[in-house]
Protein backbone atom coordinates (compact mmCIF):
# COMPACT_ATOMS: atom_id res chain seq x y z
CA UNK A 1 0.00 0.00 0.00
CA UNK A 2 0.95 3.74 -0.99
CA UNK A 3 2.91 4.90 2.34
CA UNK A 4 2.99 8.64 1.21
CA UNK A 5 1.53 11.12 4.35
CA UNK A 6 -2.05 12.18 5.03
CA UNK A 7 -0.95 15.55 5.02
CA UNK A 8 0.81 15.36 1.42
CA UNK A 9 -1.86 13.57 0.31
CA UNK A 10 -4.28 16.30 1.26
CA UNK A 11 -2.00 18.55 -0.28
CA UNK A 12 -2.63 16.99 -3.62
CA UNK A 13 -6.14 17.30 -3.59
CA UNK A 14 -5.22 21.48 -4.68
CA UNK A 15 -3.88 19.85 -7.74
CA UNK A 16 -4.98 18.83 -10.89
CA UNK A 17 -8.20 16.37 -11.54
CA UNK A 18 -6.05 13.02 -11.50
CA UNK A 19 -3.28 13.68 -8.54
CA UNK A 20 -6.40 14.98 -6.92
CA UNK A 21 -8.62 11.78 -7.19
CA UNK A 22 -5.76 9.59 -6.49
CA UNK A 23 -5.12 11.09 -3.38
CA UNK A 24 -8.87 11.20 -2.28
CA UNK A 25 -9.23 7.36 -3.32
CA UNK A 26 -5.90 6.64 -1.09
CA UNK A 27 -7.33 8.49 1.67
CA UNK A 28 -11.13 7.17 1.62
CA UNK A 29 -9.45 3.78 1.72
CA UNK A 30 -7.40 4.42 4.73
CA UNK A 31 -10.34 6.43 6.60
CA UNK A 32 -13.90 5.20 5.09
CA UNK A 33 -14.41 2.24 7.74
CA UNK A 34 -13.18 4.23 10.53
CA UNK A 35 -15.39 7.31 9.55
CA UNK A 36 -18.21 4.52 8.59
CA UNK A 37 -18.03 3.18 12.15
CA UNK A 38 -17.92 6.70 14.07
CA UNK A 39 -21.01 7.86 12.30
CA UNK A 40 -22.64 4.48 12.60
CA UNK A 41 -22.31 4.11 16.31
CA UNK A 42 -22.91 8.19 16.73
CA UNK A 43 -26.44 7.64 14.74
CA UNK A 44 -27.34 4.17 14.81
CA UNK A 45 -28.58 4.17 11.12
CA UNK A 46 -26.50 2.34 8.10
CA UNK A 47 -27.72 4.54 5.38
CA UNK A 48 -27.46 7.42 7.44
CA UNK A 49 -23.78 6.55 8.51
CA UNK A 50 -22.99 5.69 4.85
CA UNK A 51 -24.35 9.06 3.35
CA UNK A 52 -22.56 11.25 6.27
CA UNK A 53 -19.06 9.13 5.16
CA UNK A 54 -19.86 10.09 1.51
CA UNK A 55 -20.15 13.71 2.28
CA UNK A 56 -17.40 13.48 4.69
CA UNK A 57 -15.11 13.11 2.21
CA UNK A 58 -16.91 15.56 -0.46
CA UNK A 59 -15.86 17.83 2.44
CA UNK A 60 -12.57 16.84 2.47
CA UNK A 61 -11.94 17.39 -0.75
CA UNK A 62 -13.73 20.93 -0.94
CA UNK A 63 -11.78 21.78 1.61
CA UNK A 64 -8.41 20.77 -0.18
CA UNK A 65 -9.28 22.31 -3.31
CA UNK A 66 -8.74 25.72 -1.58
CA UNK A 67 -5.41 24.66 0.11
CA UNK A 68 -6.12 25.06 3.47
CA UNK A 69 -3.30 23.97 5.74
CA UNK A 70 -3.24 21.33 8.24
CA UNK A 71 -1.15 19.94 11.32
CA UNK A 72 -3.58 16.71 12.19
CA UNK A 73 -5.45 14.95 8.96
CA UNK A 74 -6.89 12.63 11.23
CA UNK A 75 -8.52 15.05 13.67
CA UNK A 76 -9.55 17.63 10.95
CA UNK A 77 -11.31 14.19 8.87
CA UNK A 78 -13.08 13.37 12.55
CA UNK A 79 -13.69 16.78 13.05
CA UNK A 80 -15.81 17.17 9.33
CA UNK A 81 -17.52 13.83 10.49
CA UNK A 82 -18.49 14.94 13.78
CA UNK A 83 -19.83 18.11 12.67
CA UNK A 84 -21.67 16.15 9.77
CA UNK A 85 -23.46 13.88 12.82
CA UNK A 86 -24.23 16.46 15.22
CA UNK A 87 -26.20 18.44 12.28
CA UNK A 88 -27.75 15.69 11.11
CA UNK A 89 -28.52 14.49 14.80
CA UNK A 90 -30.04 17.87 15.67
CA UNK A 91 -32.65 17.87 12.48
CA UNK A 92 -33.66 14.00 12.99
CA UNK A 93 -34.05 14.22 17.01
CA UNK A 94 -32.95 10.30 16.87
CA UNK A 95 -30.20 8.78 19.52
CA UNK A 96 -30.07 5.19 19.21
CA UNK A 97 -27.41 2.61 18.09
CA UNK A 98 -27.45 -0.85 16.96
CA UNK A 99 -25.93 -3.67 17.65
CA UNK A 100 -24.28 -4.55 14.28
CA UNK A 101 -21.38 -2.13 15.14
CA UNK A 102 -19.62 -4.19 17.47
CA UNK A 103 -16.39 -5.94 16.13
CA UNK A 104 -17.75 -9.02 16.20
CA UNK A 105 -20.74 -10.56 13.37
CA UNK A 106 -23.37 -10.96 15.66
CA UNK A 107 -24.75 -14.17 13.95
CA UNK A 108 -21.40 -16.08 14.11
CA UNK A 109 -21.18 -15.79 17.70
CA UNK A 110 -22.28 -18.21 20.36
CA UNK A 111 -25.85 -17.21 22.26
CA UNK A 112 -24.08 -15.73 25.43
CA UNK A 113 -21.96 -13.64 23.15
CA UNK A 114 -24.96 -12.32 21.13
CA UNK A 115 -26.79 -11.68 24.44
CA UNK A 116 -23.99 -9.68 25.92
CA UNK A 117 -23.27 -7.74 22.46
CA UNK A 118 -26.79 -6.79 22.67
CA UNK A 119 -26.47 -5.90 26.69
CA UNK A 120 -23.26 -3.63 25.62
CA UNK A 121 -25.28 -1.94 23.05
CA UNK A 122 -28.12 -1.29 25.18
CA UNK A 123 -25.82 -0.13 27.96
CA UNK A 124 -24.21 2.47 25.20
CA UNK A 125 -27.69 4.20 24.78
CA UNK A 126 -27.97 4.96 27.85
CA UNK A 127 -24.95 6.48 28.59
CA UNK A 128 -25.00 10.42 28.02
CA UNK A 129 -24.29 11.63 24.75
CA UNK A 130 -21.57 13.25 25.40
CA UNK A 131 -19.97 10.17 27.38
CA UNK A 132 -20.72 7.82 24.54
CA UNK A 133 -19.51 10.16 22.02
CA UNK A 134 -15.90 10.14 24.04
CA UNK A 135 -16.14 6.40 24.53
CA UNK A 136 -16.97 5.61 21.08
CA UNK A 137 -13.92 7.96 19.84
CA UNK A 138 -11.65 5.96 21.94
CA UNK A 139 -12.78 3.03 22.23
CA UNK A 140 -13.88 1.86 18.65
CA UNK A 141 -12.20 4.82 16.44
CA UNK A 142 -8.68 3.81 19.17
CA UNK A 143 -8.33 7.73 18.77
CA UNK A 144 -5.70 9.19 21.42
CA UNK A 145 -7.53 11.51 24.21
CA UNK A 146 -5.67 14.56 22.85
CA UNK A 147 -6.80 13.70 19.57
CA UNK A 148 -10.70 13.21 21.01
CA UNK A 149 -10.22 16.39 22.73
CA UNK A 150 -9.56 18.66 19.40
CA UNK A 151 -12.37 17.25 17.76
CA UNK A 152 -15.03 17.79 20.26
CA UNK A 153 -13.32 20.96 21.47
CA UNK A 154 -13.34 19.95 24.78
CA UNK A 155 -10.41 20.15 27.91
CA UNK A 156 -8.15 17.06 27.90
CA UNK A 157 -9.31 16.73 31.06
CA UNK A 158 -12.87 16.84 30.23
CA UNK A 159 -12.25 14.02 27.61
CA UNK A 160 -10.58 11.65 30.72
CA UNK A 161 -13.08 12.03 32.80
CA UNK A 162 -16.33 11.42 30.41
CA UNK A 163 -14.23 7.77 29.31
CA UNK A 164 -13.56 7.17 32.73
CA UNK A 165 -17.24 8.15 33.72
CA UNK A 166 -19.04 6.13 30.58
CA UNK A 167 -16.35 2.88 31.27
CA UNK A 168 -17.64 3.15 34.89
CA UNK A 169 -21.29 3.43 34.16
CA UNK A 170 -20.72 0.40 31.49
CA UNK A 171 -19.14 -1.39 34.24
CA UNK A 172 -21.97 -1.00 36.56
CA UNK A 173 -24.93 -2.21 34.17
CA UNK A 174 -22.73 -5.25 33.04
CA UNK A 175 -21.40 -6.39 36.22
CA UNK A 176 -24.71 -8.26 37.36
CA UNK A 177 -24.63 -10.19 33.72
CA UNK A 178 -21.09 -10.79 34.09
CA UNK A 179 -20.75 -12.14 37.39
CA UNK A 180 -24.04 -14.86 35.92
CA UNK A 181 -21.93 -15.21 32.93
CA UNK A 182 -19.16 -16.44 35.13
CA UNK A 183 -21.18 -18.51 37.98
CA UNK A 184 -22.02 -21.02 34.94
CA UNK A 185 -18.88 -21.24 33.66
Same mark, same amino acid.
Given at each position: ??????????????????????????????????????????????????? &? %? !?????? $???????? +? =??????????????????????????????????????????????? &? %? !?????? $???????? +? =???????????????????????????????????????????????? %?????
Amino acid at each position: MDETPDLELYARLAQDDSAAQAALSLLYRRYSQRIYTYCRKILGDNQTAED &L %L !QETFVK $LFESGRQG +R =ELENFPAYLMTIARNLCLSHRARSKRQYVEVEDFHLTYHDVPYEQKE &L %L !QLIQTS $LELLPEDY +R =EAFVLREYNGLSYNEISEIIGESLDVVKVRILRAKKKLRDVLAPYLAD %LNSKA
